[in-house]
């Protein structure tokens, strides 16, 4: 049900917005539902996962821009494992200092991070 939510969601900001693509930002669980939403339609143009609670090797198979932001005390995925993924994926891996899995502290750099991934996405 969360997929199909989200599938109407993205058919309303398309048609409001006017392009044919749209990047997908999610916060841990919903990660899951940014893949599937991914997978089944090509207009989702990247995907920006902040503390995804997902397997590392799910993110592999992306063919999208992808960004994915922990914090650098979230020790609920190995690092490396992580990082491994999301190279293999051709995306971006950003660790925020001093922060969990729910960014209680630097959350603004989470902020900073994601909106200059969406610059780089539109080509500014």
């Known amino acids: 049900a969360l997929v199909e939510d989200a599938e109407a969601a993205m058919r309303v900001a ?3 917005a006017g392009t044919s693509a749209l990047a997908v930002a999610a916060l841990h669980g919903g990660a ?5 939403l991914q997978e089944r ?6 995907l920006c996962l ?11 198979r992306l063919s999208c821009p992808l960004l994915v932001i922990v914090g650098a005390e979230d ?5 490396a494992a992580l990082a491994a993924a999301v190279a293999e994926a ?9 922060a969990g ?3 209680h502290r630097n959350l603004p750099q989470v902020g900073r991070a ?6 780089r996405l539109s080509g500014g």
């Open 90 to 98: 051709g995306g971006d891996l950003e660790v925020i200092d001093d």
């Open 32 to 36: 899951r539902v940014a893949l599937a």
């Open 75 to 79: 020790k609920r995925l190995p690092r």
């Open 41 to 46: 339609h090509p207009a989702v143009g990247g």
């Open 114 to 119: 994601a909106a200059a991934w969406l610059q």
């Open 50 to 60: 902040v503390a995804p609670d997902v397997d590392p090797l799910s993110l592999v």
């Open 14 to 16: 398309l048609e409001n």
């Open 101 to 103: 899995a729910t960014f």
